[in-house]
């Protein structure tokens, strides 16, 4: 595994780098996805020895971080949008760039299916059905790693409220601690409602006492637009937070 590790690292910075543009919006975002791709592959090795993975596993969630994104340079250059629904699936494209990666055969077949399926769901509503215990856990660590980075990424983009409310159904979902559909956002505040659902998708605690301890939620929730439903949904929030939190073994 180490072999491979240190190949597509190296693959993958000369890929990155491939997309490198003289437009400035174009390079914005293909920079923006390079730094997520380095802190989300940092994040996910740092994860897998929290849960205390062998060495080999630790590095095939290390490789997962660093390939979970890799769709999402051919999707910014060809329709200049990280929106899927407007686009292509991003996990679905890096699948098929990944099958086909001069060092994907070097894996195992376990190993194959293990990355496949972890990048395949890192950013689905759900996971799918999972074939054992061992695909499901790759997958919750490599979204728990995405998720949080995905916060830092969009931290600037979650300020004060503009007072302009919530899409239909939106709060409603947040009070019932359940995901919404986000084709459906309409306002800024409905955007940080999702981002504050997120929160019930997270997975481990170490990535939850990461998120409280940078800020992350009581930012968003401090820049809501303040309602007495609201004050609801945040209250059955901190409580799942405080669960979560609980579970901490550090």
Do not use: C
């Not at 174009?26 to 802190?39: D, L, N, Q, S, V």
């Not at 990048?119 to 996971?127: D, F, G």
């Not at 459906?184 to 998708?201: A, E, G, I, P, S």
């Amino acid at each position: 595994m180490q072999e491979v590790l240190k190949t597509a690292h190296e693959w993958m910075a000369d890929y990155m780098k491939s997309f490198y543009h003289e437009d400035k919006n174009i390079m914005h975002g293909i920079r923006m996805k390079e730094i997520h791709t380095g802190y989300v592959t940092d994040i996910a090795r740092d994860l897998a020895k929290y849960l205390k993975l062998d060495e080999h596993d630790v590095q095939l969630a290390e490789l997962m971080g660093l390939l979970h994104d890799v769709g999402r340079f051919h999707q910014w250059t060809i329709y200049q949008t990280f929106n899927d629904a407007d686009s292509e699936d991003h996990a679905d494209l890096g699948v098929k760039v990944i099958v086909d990666l001069p060092f994907y055969d070097m894996l195992n077949d376990e190993e194959k299916e293990y990355l496949l399926f972890a990048i395949k769901n890192h950013n689905k509503k759900e996971i799918a059905p999972a074939p054992s215990e061992k695909h499901l856990m790759f997958a919750k660590l490599l979204r728990d790693a995405d998720k949080l980075d995905i916060y830092r990424v969009l931290e600037p983009y979650l300020g004060p409220t503009d007072n302009k409310g919530f899409a239909p159904g939106f709060v409603e979902k947040f009070v019932a601690g359940e995901q919404v559909d986000y084709t459906k956002m309409q306002t800024q505040d409905d955007r940080k409602l999702v981002r504050l659902m997120w929160v019930y998708d997270i997975n481990y605690s170490w990535t939850m006492k990461r998120l409280m301890e940078r800020g992350y939620i009581d930012k968003i929730i401090n820049n809501l637009m303040d309602t007495p439903e609201v004050r609801k949904g945040v209250e059955r929030l901190r409580k799942h937070v405080d669960k979560l939190l609980a579970m901490d073994t550090e």
